[in-house]
């Protein structure tokens, strides 16, 4: 079973950073598109930013700019880089795996982004 293990929340102010960072096991690492995505109260889950194994990237509007998703295929790893904070980032944000030959999904635990003064 696919294991993805988010770490990097917290709590920010407007126009901070902040880094997350998910480390994948159990998995083929180069078969995976991995993404970022992310779940505000009362809101449906959305995509932030995706990368595959070639490093092509897709973003978000909302986040293009000030976001940057990088995978390191050696140690399993993908990251977001998060710049410009807004108060409208803040959300439970999930890591995603998905298995490029069946589309399967895995998903991270999550981890809290709030963004406040």
């Known amino acids: 079973q696919v294991q993805l293990v988010e770490s990097g929340g917290g709590l920010v102010q407007p126009g901070g950073s902040l880094r997350l960072s998910c480390t994948a096991s159990?998995?083929?690492?180069?078969?995976?598109?991995m993404g970022w995505y992310r779940q505000a109260p009362g809101k449906q889950r959305e995509l932030v930013a995706t990368i595959t194994s070639g490093v092509s990237t897709n973003y978000a509007d909302s986040v293009k700019g000030r976001f940057t998703i990088s995978r390191d295929n050696t140690k399993n790893t993908v990251n977001l880089q998060m710049n410009s904070l807004k108060p409208e980032d803040t959300a439970v944000y999930y890591c995603?795996?998905?298995?490029?030959?069946?589309?399967?999904?895995?998903w991270g635990q999550g981890t809290q982004v709030t963004v406040s003064s």
């Open positions: 995603n795996a998905r298995e490029l030959l069946t589309r399967t999904d895995f």
């Open positions: 159990k998995i083929i690492f180069r078969m995976y598109i």
